[in-house]
């Protein structure tokens, strides 16, 4: 495919970092999710309680969804998502954690190979 075949997809990339004040609450919230999920068979619905009980990461990425991100917005439907989370050390000080700075790499990559 061409790019103007192509043109009408974009991918969106975000990166959110999460304080957990209260990994309890986290956790419950996404057994409740859990529970409320009728056609999530027994064997991975026990997987998944497991889960989001020994690991906040896992709890939020059974409660975070990325259509929920756009499902408001006019004039798009979301073709496909991925989505993963890990507990991290995060320091807000540190240049490593800097929003703002440009992500060049990827594009300078493209380039290269393009």
Not at 51 to 56: H, L, S
Not at 70 to 76: A, L, M, R, T, Y
Not at 101 to 106: K, L, Q, T, V
Request: aromatic share 6%; hydrophobic share 40%; charged share 35%.
């Amino acid at each position: 495919m061409s790019t103007a075949e192509t043109s009408r997809f974009v991918r969106l990339r975000v990166e959110v970092v999460l304080e957990v004040g209260d990994a309890g609450t986290v956790a419950g919230a996404a057994l409740g999710r859990i529970s409320g999920d009728a056609d999530l068979p027994a064997e991975e619905r026990a997987h998944a309680e497991s889960a989001v009980t020994e690991d906040t990461a896992e709890a939020l990425a059974y409660l975070v969804d990325p259509f929920d991100l756009v499902k408001d917005v006019p004039g798009v439907e979301l073709a496909q998502a991925s989505w993963s989370s890990e507990e991290i050390d995060y320091d807000p000080d540190s240049p490593d954690w800097d929003l703002d700075e440009d992500d060049g790499d990827e594009d300078e990559d493209e380039e290269a190979a393009g």
